[in-house]
């Protein structure tokens, strides 16, 4: 068996004073880690990544990027539902858009581009929701942009990569996940209202079929014919009243909702009211039209109405609205768009938002998305720290794993959820959520908070809401830590006489029925990265003022491990958060306590209260890969030191034995920074290097075959 030396980081944060033990095993079965992130919505100039001037806030895109999110979504959750890409590329002054949650104007300074370059800058995923109701053609041509080379034309039609390379970006982005609408539509979707009753007009609850039905479930699945009634004309930006109502001003123009439609169908209207309006005429152009005659002309495919400018055709009164009764015919529903979106890249993974397609339409469901609220009752209605903690191990537990069909049903997208609490107490809630999940990669694919950035709850913003300033939260900071200190494989850890607390919950707001489970007050998860050569303990001590003391001990074959580092997460008090007068009260540290390492076992370790702590371990082997690392070798990386650890910025190798002049340095997604740093070589055995321009993280430091890994501060 290969020999491997494993730099193990590991947060942790312990409680009591007698000596437990916590085992690892490398070699154990290796499961996937799912992927941790953030639903972030493109509205309001990207949640105030955009200044006014349509130029990045570059103090709030550098927090996003620090935070290395995993996966951002874009355009949002129920935003999405309506949401037009195509308005949100190109000149920043040419795009218009809609809010899809107040039907207002939206100016779209972020757009599928920036997002796409955002996640790109933060080592993180992209998952795009697209809208059901723009049909396939539309869906299949966002994922031309976003993944096709130029040249390869897959949708046909206008060359959609071509498009993305001449605004800036000729390779491809490859977003690997997609969803197709959000929350079942949120009653956003054409699938969703009833024919006589405009959804902006009437309670949504009310007058729309229901999610269970039948009728609207064939809709969804396989498209249809539709007719509607008395619908609002809307604008290219606005379905909202006081945006559409007619201004008198010549040409002006007016949408149907939905596009294509059924060019006979059409019938306009205008005034105060439906029940009061005037039919007005169409006609093919203004060429015979005087100027009160009440004409307008229509383009089926695009669903645009116009009026005349008062020489041709009637100019409508200001201050009343257009109405509008028209039909979609074979119009696309999920099938048609999976499919479309599929021909453009076989490899995406396709989250579906209604969960019944698993059963009514196999094979076109690669997933279902999944969201959470915090709606059960909490058994701890005046202890906020506890109730963070069952929520996650309770309710949410029970949404996730428990009530849901694993053996039968697709995994999971959970690209929402949330906690309303931005303090230590908050960040606890996603501790235990994400440390339980890490066990259940098959089941759930990827899982993140709602909202990174911007939201009328101030205290679920993981990074401060926009008039607050840029700080990241502790809730951010306990993603941030499974982001970039825990690895890609979870792998088996056990423990024995650590000690426990029973813990009560319900795990939902239907069930009152009071459950209880034995919780380790040391919770711990293990993991190693893709390639097998680092391997991460992650401890978390989920009680509020017990310190735990124990040994951890790594137990496989032949293997060297070399502890170089561990960080942590902890606060003074459970409601600490961070403000602009103390930006920096809670974050990763890296672990300044010394640390005992012998044998492959850390001895009587310490982990604090309310606390969350890594180790990681590098894994080296010979540079032949034979089985033996060898004595000779083990003995080198003794003898290869680099510090101070942590530094700020000075780095030191020295080596009595190896020559350092062919150093390289990395981050932990493998990226070479040796090239950007200068540095001075005082001998062929020691040389001193300026990384003060590298950002605040772990970094390997080889030489050869032989890493160590140094902490940035």
């Not at 129920?78 to 207002?104: D, H, Q």
């Not at 982005?173 to 209202?193: D, L, P, T």
């Not at 119009?331 to 479309?340: N, T, V």
Request: aromatic share 14%; charged share 20%; net charge negative.
């Amino acid at each position: 068996m290969k020999k491997i030396v494993f730099l193990f980081v590991f947060a942790f944060f312990i409680n009591s004073i007698q000596s437990q033990i916590i085992r690892v095993y490398p070699d154990s079965t290796k499961q996937a880690v799912p992927l941790f992130g953030y639903n972030f919505t493109y509205a309001s100039n990207g949640n105030h990544l955009f200044n006014d001037d349509t130029t990045w806030n570059q103090e709030r895109r550098q927090a996003v990027v620090d935070l290395n999110p995993g996966w951002l979504r874009f355009p949002g959750g129920t935003i999405c539902n309506l949401y037009k890409w195509k308005n949100a590329i190109g000149p920043k002054s040419e795009r218009v858009g809609m809010n899809g949650n107040t039907f207002i104007p939206e100016n779209n300074f972020y757009g599928p581009d920036e997002a796409a370059r955002l996640a790109e800058d933060s080592d993180a995923q992209l998952v795009i929701p697209v809208s059901i109701n723009w049909g396939a053609e539309y869906a299949a041509d966002w994922v031309e942009y976003m993944n096709a080379e130029v040249g390869v034309n897959a949708n046909g039609g206008i060359d959609y990569a071509q498009v993305r390379a001449d605004n800036g970006h000729y390779a491809p982005y490859g977003v690997k996940y997609w969803e197709i609408a959000n929350e079942a539509g949120n009653h956003r979707i054409w699938q969703k209202w009833k024919e006589h009753y405009d959804p902006m007009d009437y309670d949504t609850d009310v007058y729309s079929y229901p999610n269970a039905g039948s009728t609207f479930r064939n809709w969804v699945r396989n498209g249809g014919d539709k007719s509607f009634y008395g619908y609002r004309g809307v604008t290219k930006n606005s379905w909202e009243n006081n945006y559409i109502v007619l201004t008198g001003v010549p040409n002006e123009k007016r949408y149907t909702k939905l596009a294509p439609v059924v060019s006979s169908s059409i019938v306009v209207r205008i005034g105060l009211s439906n029940a009061n309006s005037v039919v007005w005429t169409r006609v093919n152009d203004f060429n015979s039209s005087g100027p009160n005659d009440l004409h307008y002309t229509f383009n089926n495919v695009t669903g645009e109405i116009v009026f005349g400018d008062g020489v041709n055709g009637a100019i409508p009164s200001a201050g009343e609205y257009v109405f509008t009764d028209f039909s979609i015919e074979d119009y696309d529903g999920y099938i048609d768009i999976y499919e479309a979106m599929k021909a453009v890249d076989s490899t995406i993974e396709i989250g579906s938002a209604f969960t019944f397609l698993e059963f009514s339409a196999p094979g076109v469901v690669d997933a279902n998305t999944m969201h959470g609220d915090l709606n059960a009752p909490t058994f701890y209605p005046n202890d906020e720290f506890n109730t963070s903690i069952t929520r996650a191990i309770g309710e949410y537990t029970h949404k996730y794993k428990d009530s849901y069909d694993h053996q039968n049903k697709p995994p999971l997208f959970v690209t929402e959820i949330g906690t309303y609490d931005r303090t230590m107490k908050g960040a606890m809630f996603y501790l235990m959520l994400y440390s339980r999940v890490a066990q259940w990669g098959k089941e759930i694919r990827m899982i993140g908070a709602n909202y990174l950035l911007g939201t009328s709850q101030v205290n679920q913003c993981h990074i401060d809401h926009s008039w607050m300033g840029s700080n990241i939260q502790p809730v951010g900071y306990a993603t941030t830590l499974f982001n970039s200190h825990f690895g890609t494989k979870h792998i088996l850890s056990t423990t024995e006489d650590i000690p426990f607390r029973p813990m009560s919950f319900y795990k939902s707001n239907s069930d009152q029925t009071v459950y209880t489970e034995d919780v380790d007050k040391l919770y711990t998860v293990s993991s190693v990265s893709e390639d097998g050569k680092r391997l991460f303990v992650l401890c978390i001590n989920n009680t509020k003022q017990d310190t735990i003391q124990t040994d951890i001990e790594i137990l496989t074959d032949s293997l060297i491990f070399d502890l170089d580092t561990s960080v942590i997460l902890q606060a003074e008090s459970i409601s600490d958060f961070n403000t602009s007068a103390e930006p920096n009260k809670v974050i990763i540290k890296p672990m300044l306590d010394s640390i005992i390492y012998q044998n492959s076992k850390i001895l009587d370790h310490k982990f604090p209260p309310a606390s969350a702590t890594v180790f990681e371990f590098t894994l080296i082997e010979d540079e032949e890969g034979d089985d033996d690392l060898g004595l000779d070798n083990a003995n080198s990386l003794l003898d290869f030191k680099v510090f101070p650890n942590p530094s700020e910025g000075i780095i030191t190798i020295r080596s009595n034995n190896l020559s350092v002049k062919d150093f390289k340095i990395y981050n932990l997604l493998g990226q070479d920074f040796t090239g950007k740093l200068d540095y001075k070589q005082i001998s062929s055995q020691e040389i001193l290097i300026d990384a003060k321009n590298l950002k605040t993280g772990a970094y390997i430091v080889r030489i050869g075959n032989l890493n160590k890994v140094i902490y940035k501060l």
